[in-house]
T-cell receptor, first 108, second 112 residues
Framework: GQQVQQSPASLVLQEGENAELQCNFS?????LQWFYQRPGGSLVSLLS???GTKHTGRLTSTTVTKERRGSLHISSSQITDSGTYLC??????????FGKGTSLTVIP | DPKIIQKPKYLVAVTGSEKILICEQY?????MYWYRQSAKKPLEFMFS???????DNQTASSRFQPQSSKKNHLDLQITALKPDDSATYFC???????????FGEGTRLSVL
């Protein structure tokens, strides 16, 4: 079946450091989507990227489709960035296959 | 005010019973979805609807039935509940199926 693997499973950073989250997926996807899950459980869509590089604010998503991998770079991390970052491959109609997530903790 | 309303926020049910999870969106979106997140599995896609038509279904069991009475409603009926159905069920919507979804706050279901 479809698989999405994320690394690292958890990450602890000091405020101001950068984070690099990795995602590998098992088969062809229309796009790679990154989500943020708050500690309370609510979900937010971050970046959608079929291929190449996309930026929004302090976030940069890079997807290399033919190598079936992607990454999310978070620059100048803030305490409020703490939470779980989910990578998902979309096979169409928002049929996402999700990874288990990277749990990010940013400390002062 | 929340734009995607899920009701109830918490739900406790007994094994074998039936429940309906409510989802309404006030964003004017044409597509709606259900996802499920349990303690044992990653977040998983269940259904996608566009203009009240089923576009994709990844739920193996017919015990899960989406119901769309209006374009901005997509309820989820679950019959013959089992303890393994315990999870948080997230409803989401987007303008079209190729745009990133916005999520509701979820309904946390516990089946005893």
């Amino acid at each position: 079946g479809q698989q999405v693997q994320q690394s690292p499973a958890s990450l602890v950073l000091q405020e101001g450091e950068n984070a690099e989250l990795q995602c590998n997926f098992s088969s062809t996807a229309t796009r790679l989507q990154w989500f943020y899950q708050r500690p309370g459980g609510s979900l937010v869509s971050l970046l959608s990227n079929p291929s190449g590089t996309k930026h929004t604010g302090r976030l940069t998503s890079t997807t290399v489709t033919k190598e079936r991998r992607g990454s999310l770079h978070i620059s100048s991390s803030q305490i409020t960035d703490s939470g779980t970052y989910l990578c998902a491959m979309d096979t169409g109609y928002q049929n996402f296959y999700f990874g288990k997530g990277t749990s990010l903790t940013v400390i002062p | 005010d929340p734009k995607i309303i899920q009701k109830p926020k918490y739900l406790v049910a007994v094994t074998g019973s039936e429940k309906i999870l409510i989802c309404e969106q006030y964003l004017g979106h044409n597509a709606m979805y259900w996802y499920r997140q349990s303690a044992k599995k990653p977040l998983e896609f269940m259904f996608s609807y566009s203009y009240q038509k089923l576009m994709d279904n990844q739920t193996a069991s017919s015990r899960f039935q989406p119901q769309s009475s209006k374009k901005n409603h997509l309820d989820l009926q679950i019959t013959a509940l089992k303890p393994d159905d315990s999870a948080t069920y997230f409803c989401a919507s987007s303008q079209d199926t190729d745009q990133a979804p916005l999520f509701g706050e979820g309904t946390r279901l516990s089946v005893l």
